[in-house]
């Protein structure tokens, strides 16, 4: 059983940046994609960035060229380097493997965008 604890969040001016973190127990990670992914109030959960076991990324076109995610196997981590935020990047974030594993969803981080 794989256990995800994202961490980072907190509140934030429009034009600032946030790092998140994933830590993932479990030696098995290092052969997951994985993916950071956000729930804003009333709306779906979307994946917004994946990388691949070898590192082989993809974003969502709402966050690209804005955010970065990468990975350290060394230390079952995943990351996401968020700049130029913007108000409507508001949300709880989560990362997972993709495709999701259900029972793997952790509690997330709130990014708060607001001046």
């Known amino acids: 059983q794989v256990q995800l604890v994202e961490s980072g969040g907190g509140l934030v001016q429009p034009g600032g940046s946030l790092r998140l973190s994933c830590a993932a127990s479990?030696?098995?990670?290092?052969?997951?994609?994985m993916g950071w992914y956000r729930q804003a109030p009333g709306k779906q959960r979307d994946l917004v960035a994946r990388?691949?076991?070898?590192?082989?990324?993809y974003y969502a076109d709402s966050v690209k060229g804005r955010f970065t995610i990468s990975r350290d196997n060394a230390k079952n981590t995943v990351y996401l380097q968020m700049n130029s935020l913007k108000p409507e990047d508001t949300a709880v974030y989560y990362c997972?493997?993709?495709?999701?594993?259900?029972?793997?969803w952790g509690q997330g981080t709130q990014v708060t965008v607001s001046s």
């Open positions: 990388i691949s076991s070898g590192s082989t990324t």
């Open positions: 479990g030696s098995i990670f290092r052969i997951y994609a």
């Open positions: 997972n493997t993709v495709p999701v594993r259900p029972n793997y």
